[in-house]
């Protein structure tokens, strides 16, 4: 069995980590808190995701904000 007990984050996808974000924040404070473009401009989930997975700064953002908020 391959645990990793050191990482908040193992398990948890990227899709599930921004649906939450949007819920608890919505678009409008999710992008003034990470200003990217698919956060500010005809936010979606799909698009988003597309960003995400490929640029790996704006993803370490999102889940450095989504661990903020498990706190």
């Known amino acids: 069995m391959n645990t990793q007990p050191n990482n908040p984050l193992h398990g ?10 949007v819920d608890r924040y919505g678009w ?7 200003p ?3 956060f500010n401009v005809a936010p979606s ?3 988003s ?8 700064w704006a993803r370490a953002e999102v889940e450095a904000l989504y661990l903020r908020g498990q706190v």
């Open 45 to 47: 989930i799909s698009s």
């Open 12 to 21: 948890i996808t990227l899709e599930r980590m921004l649906t939450e974000l």
């Open 28 to 34: 409008e404070s999710l992008g003034a808190a990470i």
């Open 49 to 56: 995701l597309k960003f995400l997975r490929r640029t790996p």
């Open 36 to 38: 990217i473009r698919c």
